[in-house]
């Protein structure tokens, strides 16, 4: 079994990946320990010391936050907290994302800010060790104060209330924690707010798709390199010396990749019998290599918010500071969530043009590809699919940032709505995943009208790859079930990069 220890040292993507892939268990550190105990010992005797009103702490929340609390009522503040905050409607997040949820609130509380008991991070912990998945609900986050509704319903099992996922089922969590013989967290003062305050569940959905979105990228460059294989494009629009006087990162890394990915091809270097390619080829590397450097910012983003405290209030120790701020509110999170879920709909708005220059019946391809069409209607319905889904990314695009709605009678009175923009982001992720399958599934049938004629080795392998999942297709089958085929394969497919391709995203 490996372990991965919480401690101070950046939370990386690759490292997140390596967790979940290779299925460790989470302990804390030495050091963690220390200073969420250290904290925790200095909020109790800041507390038993003074008298004076601390938000959150032994205040009310929210617009109540002059109201006082006696001592002997602070933990029951803290669990009323998260049973009156779990107001979560919709679907239910996927359980991997809430597995997600877990480990970045942990990460978070580590840092010997928020004053929390070592148990209530040790229970969270034991939670993503033996695979006991709350229940949350996708509907119900503003994105501040952090993300209060999806945050109290990870947190309800620590009380022994609210439900599970646990051996394939859904069960009550008191069921469980039985099971487990674990009691019930009877938490202390601040830790329901430290628990609910926080971005977690927007920077799961966004490290979720970011994860996505770092292969989608090197798949988006492949197939539209078949595709520009298959339509018998140019290769000079990739040429260095284009993209070197315009300067952009993603330009520049995305035409050198195209130039490794067809090295050698037989098709790229014949001489052409037209001058220049439709946009959805010939811009390429302006299209893609934008979007990637879009991803890249908002990837630089998520890797500080991995990395950070954003409960309230938040407590220094060693500076005898208890402040109460805003670290919760996910504004930094909205603009780059809308701004990925944008970069991710232009990938899949010009892979569905390629699809649809290469059912034209032009440069010597059958028209929608197939022999007899006219009898077989081929590949013209899977372009409407493509288009479909396409246009639902544009509708998906409406910035969710850009809306704020008052709450908490005014105290609450700038919102991010980070949190619709997160689960936003992974419908268009999942849809461009599609979008690709479907150029694909096009490319390669068009590849075949082309043979004897051979492309890079590269594009040749992947191309064999994914025949040995979907057949070409001769005359008129169910198309669906080769749609299905061709976005498992994307999932499944492994990327034996060679190193020189791995330049940029």
Known sequence: MQTHYINSEKLTFQRIFDLIKRNYKLALSEDAAAKIEHCRAYLDQKIASQDEPVYGINTGFGSLCDTSISKSELGQLQENLVMSHACGTGDLVPPEIVKLMLLLKVQSLS?????????TVERLIDFYNNDVIPVVYEMGSLGASGDLAPLAHLSLPLLGKGEVYFEGRRQASEVVMKHFGWEPVKLQSKEGLALLNGTQFMSAYGVFTLLKTFRLSMLADIIGALSLEAFDGRLEPFYDQVHQIRHHKGQIATADRFRKLLEGSELISRKKAHVQD??????????????????NYVAYVFSNEINAVTDNPTIFPDDDLIISAGNFHGQPLALALDNLAIALSEWGNISERRTYQLLHGKRGLPPFLVASPGLN????????????????N??????????????????E????????AATKALRVVLNLERILAIELFNA??????????????FIEEFVKAYREKVDFVDNDKVMYTEIARSVEFLKTVPLNIPDALMKGI
């Open 111 to 119: 840092y010997g800010h928020s004053g929390v008991q070592r148990i």
């Open 278 to 295: 439709p946009y959805s080829f010939r811009c390429i590397p302006q299209v893609h290599g934008a979007s990637k450097d879009s991803v």
């Open 377 to 392: 209607s081929g590949f013209m319905i899977p372009q409407y699919t493509a288009a479909s889904l396409v246009s639902q």
């Open 394 to 411: 544009k509708q998906l695009c409406t910035p969710a940032s850009v809306d704020s709605i008052e709450s908490s009678q005014g105290q």
């Open 413 to 420: 009175d700038h919102v991010s709505m980070g949190a619709n």
């Open 444 to 457: 390669a049938q068009a590849l075949e009208f082309r043979r004897p004629a051979r492309s890079s080795e």
